[in-house]
């Protein structure tokens, strides 16, 4: 997991709050994907992003949630007005080119909604 | 979206055993990619593969491409108490998604 960083590690927020995490990518890596992952459960593909660019989002909920991967700094994932089925742990990983290179993961942001 | 089978869902070994694990696609894939996922920590990829029939090792780990591209194998030899944790078999589609299986729990008892 060396070189993604996500932050924060747990996030707690009451029902209605944002949510903001942070992921900063390899260095050198342009490609930004973001996973999310229920106890037990496998990891769902929410968007893939490229610099300034969203590549693929069609696993991201229509409403409330957004994410971003400016030209300078961390990609950012969203979530307006939380709710308790939010709670889960979002995974960044990042890849150098994208066209099937792997996915290196960090090790992810758990939002706990209360 | 893509389904990816993974089976066994869970397994009990004791130390010293080997372990062999699946995944199945309802398509087919040019690539194959193994993780596994310790308690609290992101996925660490362990082994990529890149063209059917290949057959790519790294230590203890051995996994193969599947020659109809639907599916893919994970073996660990002589099983040891760190090799306990999740491993998840993924995929890209033709687009951009990766898509990720359903899981193998290991448990390995000393």
């Known amino acids: 997991n060396a070189g993604v960083m996500q932050n924060p590690r747990h996030l707690v927020r009451r029902r209605g709050q944002e949510a903001r995490l942070r992921c900063s990518p390899v260095k050198g890596h342009s490609h930004v994907y973001w996973y999310r992952q229920l106890p037990e459960e496998g990891l769902k593909f929410m968007v893939y992003l490229q610099k300034e660019n969203i590549i693929d989002e069609s696993g991201m909920p229509k409403e409330r949630f957004s994410a971003e991967f400016p030209k300078e700094g961390p990609s950012i994932l969203r979530i307006q007005q939380v709710v308790r089925g939010d709670s889960a742990a979002y995974f960044c990983?990042?890849?150098?080119?994208?066209?099937?290179?792997?996915?290196?993961f960090g090790n992810g942001t758990r939002l706990t909604v209360t | 979206g893509q389904q990816l089978n993974q089976s066994p869902q869970s397994m009990f070994i004791q130390e010293g055993e080997d372990v062999s694990m699946n995944c199945t696609s309802s398509?087919?894939?040019?690539?194959w990619l193994w993780y596994k996922q310790d308690p609290g920590e992101g996925p660490v990829l362990l082994i990529a593969l890149y063209k059917a029939g290949e057959l790519t090792s790294n230590g203890r780990l051995t996994a193969q491409f599947g020659i109809t591209r639907k599916d893919s194998f994970l073996n660990i030899s002589a099983s040891i108490p760190s090799d306990v944790g999740i491993y998840f078999c993924a995929g890209p589609d033709t687009g951009n998604q990766f898509y990720f299986g359903t899981g193998t729990s290991l448990t390995v008892i000393p």
């Open positions: 398509s087919i894939f040019n690539t």
């Open positions: 990983a990042s890849s150098r080119t994208g066209n099937n290179s792997p996915l290196h």
